[in-house]
T-cell receptor, first 113, second 115 residues
Framework: DQQVKQNSPSLSVQEGRISILNCDYTNSMFDYFLWYKKYPAEGPTFLISISSIKDKNEDGRFTVFLNKSAKHLSLHIVPSQPGDSAVYFCAASAASNTGKLIFGQGTTLQVKP | GAGVSQSPSNKVTEKGKDVELRCDPISGHTALYWYRQSLGQGLEFLIYFQGNSAPDKSGLPSDRFSAERTGGSVSTLTIQRTQQEDSAVYLC?????????????FGEGSRLTVL
């Protein structure tokens, strides 16, 4: 049972344009959501997070949007840079099970110069 | 060390052999996690240790998998009688006490290949 889903395995955008990565979840108990970034041969690194009490969180070029009614979140990167090319994982957790983070399958982003 | 350290970085073994993967978390981090990433798949939760509490083993795929955390620091993930489907990158992560759930720091992983 895939509780966190990233339905787009890959995304290609032009440098300077916006990248939008999407994530859906099924467990209504999830109340904390995160995005991680992973380069080849490295471990994932934390990028940005959002609590369910908010619908938007912004950090520089990165913004995460949460739509609780649709059980959907998205990561916007603007402007996209070639160094943003990586695999992006969406993850979620529930306060009732603090610490256990459930990840999606990942989306490979390629930003073309 | 400065980050989460995992060893070995690469392990090739024959089907049926046992393997041990080691994780040294960031000093002072009380929570430790094991995940694995199979080819083309996402990060699959395996097990979670938090301080002296009983570990959350709900993600272990079979009884061939076990993990220990000695002295609240180093952890070893053991896979007995390895199968080809066990081939994956095994990732360890740690989190400091009091940190938000999401602030996991990952190691670079141990790539396991079962022939």
């Amino acid at each position: 049972d895939q509780q966190v889903k990233q339905n787009s395995p890959s995304l290609s955008v032009q440098e300077g344009r916006i990248s939008i990565l999407n994530c859906d979840y099924t467990n209504s108990m999830f109340d904390y959501f995160l995005w991680y970034k992973k380069y080849p041969a490295e471990g994932p690194t934390f990028l940005i997070s959002i609590s369910s009490i908010k619908d938007k969180n912004e950090d520089g070029r990165f913004t995460v949007f949460l739509n609780k009614s649709a059980k959907h979140l998205s990561l916007h990167i603007v402007p996209s840079q070639p160094g943003d090319s990586a695999v992006y994982f969406c993850a979620a957790s529930a306060a009732s099970n603090t610490g256990k983070l459930i990840f999606g399958q990942g989306t490979t982003l390629q930003v073309k110069p | 060390g400065a980050g989460v350290s995992q060893s070995p970085s690469n392990k090739v073994t024959e089907k049926g052999k046992d393997v041990e993967l080691r994780c040294d978390p960031i000093s002072g981090h009380t929570a430790l996690y094991w995940y694995r990433q199979s080819l083309g798949q996402g990060l699959e939760f395996l097990i979670y240790f938090q301080g002296n509490s009983a570990p959350d083993k709900s993600g272990l795929p079979s009884d061939r998998f076990s993990a220990e955390r000695t002295g609240g620091s180093v952890s070893t993930l053991t896979i007995q009688r390895t199968q080809q489907e066990d081939s994956a990158v095994y990732l360890c992560a740690s989190r400091r006490q009091g940190a938000l759930t999401g602030e996991l720091f990952f190691g670079e992983g141990s790539r396991l290949t079962v022939l």
